[in-house]
């Protein structure tokens, strides 16, 4: 019986402090912080940062950063992501480099590397609830990625000398 009373004036209480909004005060929260971050505020702050940004659509945007072309992307439930690509030759193998981007994977958890036909892609995707949450982290995922192409070109460059060296001795051998 004290459950239900309670309960009933916990009710009452949320009413007259939420001015009639039938939301529980969490979902009104996040509805007041999702206006916060949007693409234009992540454009004026990259651009406070030092960057020239540009939009490439309404949730893109693309700047350069120490050359190489960064993007970021800002979906409606706040979760951003920055992503630097490559494009490939056509001669590229492939095979080694997804077993590099594989070894990068494990040993730098928070980076996606994403190996296509014709790019490789590192990508952080994080959810920022407000626009201090993501300037908190915009430099510390640039790092990220920028430690990923380290890493996975060092990857490939070491896959690339164990195939050669076991091709320079199948040919010492006589295999081939």
């Known amino acids: 019986m004290w459950r239900l009373i309670r ?18 005060s969490s979902a009104v929260w996040r509805e007041e912080k999702k206006n916060e971050l949007n693409i234009n505020t992540v454009l004026k702050f990259v651009r406070e940062e030092g960057f020239i940004p540009e939009l490439v659509d309404q949730n893109t945007l693309r700047f350069k950063c120490q050359g190489d072309i960064h993007l970021i ?3 409606e439930n706040n979760f951003i992501q920055v992503v630097k690509g490559f494009n490939l030759d056509a001669q590229d193998a492939r095979s080694e480099m997804r077993e590099a981007a594989m070894i990068v994977m494990a040993e730098i958890r928070c980076c996606k590397v994403i190996v296509t036909a014709e790019t490789v892609s590192f990508a952080i995707e994080t959810y920022a609830g407000k626009l ?16 990923s192409c380290r890493l996975f070109v060092d990857r490939l460059d070491r896959i690339y000398a164990d195939e050669n060296r076991y091709i320079r001795q199948a040919q010492l051998s006589g295999i081939c």
């Open 7 to 24: 309960a009933w004036i916990g009710i009452i209480i949320s009413k007259l402090f939420s001015g009639g909004n039938d939301k529980f």
């Open 73 to 75: 992307g800002v979906s």
């Open 132 to 147: 201090a949450d993501f300037a908190a982290y915009f430099h510390i995922h640039l790092e990220i990625i920028d430690a």
